[in-house]
């Protein structure tokens, strides 16, 4: 296996993802409660007339909160098994099987700017980003030459994300805290591989909500930007260094493979292990929340 491959590989080999995930809890609700609680608080309780498209939807996890609000949903995501799964789960939907980036600009080629009246990403949108700043070859992961154009790149991107929106639309992503203890070990690790381009891991979250207000500075519409404090939850230590080796290590091998790694991810999930044999890891989310409507008018008393 190439190491494109092997990295993509827990999403492309099926049952992987959801059998190693761990469940995510913020103030005892789940990641997609949080979803579901922000669609309805924009839109309502769930009305089935909505336009809707989500990138990265993997199995469909979060689309399950998605879909009773939608009267048209699109799901892509660039992996064969996730959307063979998908396409099983919601044979209505239309499925597109592509990076994010070709598939927003499929859509915009087909005429499909202004139409979506939520736009989800959940926990998919820092591949993408990233892609502009590093490459994945046979021979490992190569940092592009330019950073600069990488990220103008990266910033026309997310423009072109929200071009998608319909007036009043809402763009929702989901996006990992690269700053709790838990992640900052995942950066340590990988960081024995490559160093990350420009800040670290957080570049690619905070490409985005640069994007976001530069889009809300100029009047295309507002950017709410929360971090929520949360706990994800492991029935055991087996599952806590499963879901460190399979999901954040995507079962690389020098890392995997090497004691060194492995007594450090033993270490911290001690640290974290209950006496019942539970393991509970401080976690966070960011939510960025886009809505597409005149700014900063909205603003005023109605
Ligand atoms: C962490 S999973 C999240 C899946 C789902 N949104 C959820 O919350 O369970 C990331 C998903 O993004 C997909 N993905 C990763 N990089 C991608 C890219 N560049 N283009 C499209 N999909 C990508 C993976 O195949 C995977 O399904």
């Keep these: 296996m190439t190491d494109v491959e092997q990295f993509r590989s827990v999403y492309e080999t099926g049952g992987v993802y959801d059998r190693c995930l761990l469940p995510h809890y913020y103030d005892g609700r789940e990641d997609l409660d949080l979803v579901r609680e922000l669609v309805t608080a924009h839109h309502g309780e769930p009305a089935g007339n909505l336009t809707v498209v989500e990138f990265g939807c993997g199995t469909g996890r979060v689309t399950a909160r ?17 959307i063979d799964t998908v396409r099983v789960q919601y044979p209505l939907a ?4 592509a990076d994010t980036r070709d598939a927003v600009a499929q859509l915009l080629g087909e005429g499909r700017a202004g139409s979506f009246d939520l736009v989800g990403a959940f926990w998919s949108l820092s591949y993408p980003l990233g892609e502009f700043f590093e490459t994945m070859t046979a021979d490992g992961i190569q940092p592009v030459s330019d950073v ?10 997310v423009r072109d994300i929200t071009r998608l929106l319909a007036p009043g639309g809402h763009l929702l992503a989901l996006f990992f805290d690269s700053d709790t ?19 670290g891991r957080s570049y690619t979250r905070n490409l985005l909500l640069t994007a976001l207000r530069q889009l ?39 890392l995997v493979n090497d004691a060194g790694v492995q007594h450090e991810i ?9 006496p019942s044999g539970e393991v509970t890891l401080p976690s966070g989310v960011h939510v960025a929340d886009f809505h597409a409507i005149p700014h900063p008018s909205h603003h005023l008393p109605r």
């Design 94 to 97: 239309r499925t597109i099987r």
């Design 216 to 254: 809300e500075d100029s009047g295309h519409g507002a950017l709410t930007h929360t971090r929520r404090s949360g706990t994800a939850w492991a029935p055991n230590a087996e599952a806590a260094i499963a879901w460190f080796n399979v999901v954040h290590l995507k079962s690389f091998p020098a």
């Design 181 to 199: 203890p838990e992640q900052r070990l995942v950066t340590r690790l990988w960081e024995r591989i490559a160093p990350f381009p420009e800040e």
């Design 266 to 274: 033993r270490d911290f999930i001690d640290h974290y292990e209950q």
């Design 148 to 157: 600069a154009a990488a990220r103008r790149q990266a910033i026309a991107f």
């Design 66 to 82: 998605l879909a009773p609000y939608a009267r048209h949903l699109i799901l892509a995501d660039y992996s064969t098994t996730m």
